[in-house]
Nanobody, 119 residues
Framework: QVQLVESGGGLVQPGGSLRLSCAAS????????IGWFRQAPGKEREGVSC????????SYRDSVKGRFTISRDNAKNTVYLQMNNLKPEDTAVYYC????????????WGQGTQVTVSS
C-alpha cells in the first residue's frame, strides 16, 4: 500500500522550532521530488518547499527562506522539514506530497500534521 505519513507537528511558541518528517511506505521515496505544503484555516493550500529526488535542487517560498530547511534521507525513505524561528503565521496543517519534479503537480499526498505557533 502506497502511503505518505507526516509527523512532528505540535504546539510551539513563537521563535520555537519543529522538525516535520514525511515517511514513505510501499514505494521508494528517492524516485520522487517531495514538496511540503501547508493550509491555514480559511486559506488555500500553498507550497512551502520542495526538494528534488537527488536533493540537488531545493526551493522555498519567500516567507520561510532562512528559517526552514528541507532535507532528505533516502536510506530512511524520509524527507524532513526543519522549521526554526516559527511565527504565528506559520500555523497550518502541513502536508507532504510526491512530485515527478519540483515543477510538476503533486501526485500522492500524506494526511497532514498540525503545526500551531502560539504563546
Amino acid at each position: 500500500q502506497v502511503q505518505l505519513v507526516e509527523s512532528g507537528g505540535g504546539l510551539v511558541q513563537p521563535g520555537g522550532s519543529l522538525r516535520l518528517s514525511c515517511a514513505a511506505s510501499g514505494f521508494t521515496l528517492n524516485d520522487y521530488a517531495i514538496g511540503w505544503f501547508r493550509q491555514a484555516p480559511g486559506k488555500e493550500r500553498e507550497g512551502v518547499s520542495c526538494i528534488s529526488s537527488s536533493g540537488a535542487f531545493i526551493s522555498y517560498r519567500d516567507s520561510v527562506k532562512g528559517r526552514f530547511t528541507i532535507s532528505r534521507d533516502n536510506a530512511k525513505n524520509t524527507v524532513y522539514l526543519q522549521m526554526n524561528n516559527l511565527k504565528p503565521e506559520d500555523t497550518a496543517v502541513y502536508y507532504c506530497a510526491t512530485k515527478r519534479s519540483c515543477y510538476s503537480v503533486p501526485d500522492y499526498w500524506g494526511q497532514g500534521t498540525q503545526v500551531t505557533v502560539s504563546s
